[in-house]
């Protein structure tokens, strides 16, 4: 995860009906996010060869009040996976925006070193996200800025808490303004606030709910 301050205007014609743009101390982020999907089922069935799969996000956060509770969730700008069918579906039924292309990815933990790679090929180039952190997984200090990135959940998954490495080094090699747009390639050209892998957990996909 890598996490960028974000000019909160230019999120502004994204923010979906019926929420708003959550921050941090007055600051606003934007975060690409590469993770992998493991034993994944539609409505509780296994499809064949659409179980384990890449995804590499652009998202940002937001927050919807319901009753006396704020519910906390994140809105993806642009979200990649190696599987078409996949990336059909949820932009038919779901209006995300999904992109299919070719994706692999590499985990290494050996000891107490971590390193992660998720790589996407565009035309005829490979763009790639990583990072590598070592020591024991740490957990979220309660109020921090790990846990405002992690625990915008609401839709997506359960209610625990992540463990992290803070990322020792990372690199995103990417054309970002042609696959986020020009908006948002000053941001993402700059240096992240924060940098960290964590272990995540088990999410579900709800039907959806118009606001």
């Not at 590499?56 to 009753?67: C, G, H, Q």
């Not at 005829?124 to 921090?144: R, V």
Request: one cysteine or more.
């Amino acid at each position: 995860m890598l996490n960028y301050v974000v000019d909160r205007r230019l999120l502004a014609p994204l923010v979906p009906l019926g929420t708003e743009i959550d921050f941090e101390n007055g600051e606003t982020f934007l975060s690409i996010v590469g993770f992998l999907f493991l034993d994944t089922r539609l409505l509780g069935l296994p499809i064949p060869l659409h179980r384990d799969f890449e995804e590499v996000n652009l998202r940002f956060y937001v927050r919807r009040k319901s009753a006396d509770t704020w519910r906390r969730g994140v809105v993806f700008v642009r979200e990649l996976v190696p599987k078409r069918a996949i990336a059909t579906i949820a932009r038919t039924f779901y209006g995300e925006p999904y992109l299919a292309v070719p994706m692999k990815h590499e985990i290494e933990h050996v000891d107490l070193r971590v390193k992660v790679a998720y790589s996407w090929c565009r035309g005829s180039k490979w763009e790639s996200l990583e990072m590598s952190a070592s020591g024991e997984p740490q957990s979220i200090p309660a109020g921090s800025h790990a846990e405002f990135i992690t625990e915008h959940y609401w839709g997506y998954t359960c209610f625990r808490r992540w463990k992290i490495w803070n990322a020792e080094s990372f690199e995103l090699r990417a054309d970002v303004s042609s696959l986020y747009g020009e908006r948002f390639a000053e941001t993402l050209n700059q240096p992240p606030r924060s940098a960290f892998i964590a272990d995540g957990s088990p999410i579900t996909i709800q039907r959806r709910e118009i606001l």
